[in-house]
């Protein structure tokens, strides 16, 4: 019952910026820790942002700086905006929670992000 999908991948130069979305339904948002993964080809899937209901954010160090992750309780929605992107970037971008009432984990369908050289 709980679903999350993802929005506003795409390609983009480097240098260039982005915004996610991750829009959740069938659990009760304010409450769960949200967070963005992602994973690129021939790599295993890493964090890259965290946000507790608390607002306590958590960033990889390869991404400080230069992403942030916010949420919208009115709106059931994560966001990452990332900023400054490289080459290295590039992944499949995956919204996940960890839903409060179950204590289970739950995914996203993922969503591209190609950023060019």
């Known amino acids: 019952q709980v679903q999350l999908v993802e929005s506003g991948g795409g390609l983009v130069q480097a240098g260039g910026s982005l915004r996610l979305s991750c829009a959740s339904s069938?659990?009760?948002?304010?409450?769960?820790?949200m967070a963005w993964y992602r994973q690129a080809p021939g790599k295993q899937r890493e964090l890259v942002a965290r946000?507790?209901?608390?607002?306590?954010?958590n960033y990889a160090d390869s991404v400080k700086g230069r992403f942030t992750i916010s949420r919208d309780n009115a709106k059931n929605t994560v966001y990452l905006q990332m900023n400054s992107l490289k080459p290295e970037d590039t992944a499949v971008y995956y919204c996940?929670?960890?839903?409060?009432?179950?204590?289970?984990?739950?995914w996203g369908q993922g969503t591209q992000v190609t950023v060019s050289s």
């Open positions: 996940n929670t960890l839903e409060f009432t179950t204590s289970k984990y739950f």
């Open positions: 069938g659990t009760i948002f304010n409450i769960n820790v």
């Open positions: 946000i507790h209901s608390s607002g306590l954010t």
